[in-house]
């Protein structure tokens, strides 16, 4: 798992890339409609996976994806939930992004602890 801290107001989509080249291997790579960007799509297939991501409605051309394996996208959004129960990480109290980073650490090592 890959984590970085950025402003509060920056789009996701900015650091997808960023993320992409920290992650060693992957077969496919799942997002929703926000991530729908062809630069994006083609870092995801440069890297040797398969971007499962839906197209925006406004696309011209429409995007065909595995809609099978975009079910699974509910993981990535449960790990969020889960994190968000930690009153810390989701009011952001920290000033300093080391200090916000840490708790978000620690926080996923605690939801995950099995």
């Known amino acids: 798992m890959v984590l970085k801290v950025t402003a509060?107001?920056?789009s996701d989509i900015t650091m997808a890339e960023d993320l992409?080249?920290?992650v060693d291997t992957c077969r496919h790579v799942l997002a929703d409609k926000g991530y729908d960007c062809d630069a994006l799509r083609t870092a995801i297939r440069n890297k040797g996976a398969t971007p499962v991501i839906p197209g925006r409605r406004s696309r011209k051309?429409?995007?065909?994806?595995?809609?099978?394996?975009y079910k699974f996208?509910?993981?990535?959004?449960a790990v969020f939930c889960r994190l968000k129960d930690f009153?810390?990480?989701?009011?952001r109290y920290d000033k300093l992004a080391r200090n916000y980073a840490s708790?978000?650490?620690l926080a996923t090592i605690v939801a995950y602890w099995t």
Do not use: N, P, Q, Y
């Open 8 to 10: 509060g107001t920056v």
């Open 20 to 22: 992409l080249a920290e």
């Open 61 to 69: 051309r429409k995007i065909r994806f595995d809609k099978h394996r």
């Open 73 to 77: 996208r509910w993981m990535v959004e």
């Open 87 to 91: 009153r810390r990480v989701a009011t």
């Open 103 to 105: 708790s978000l650490a």
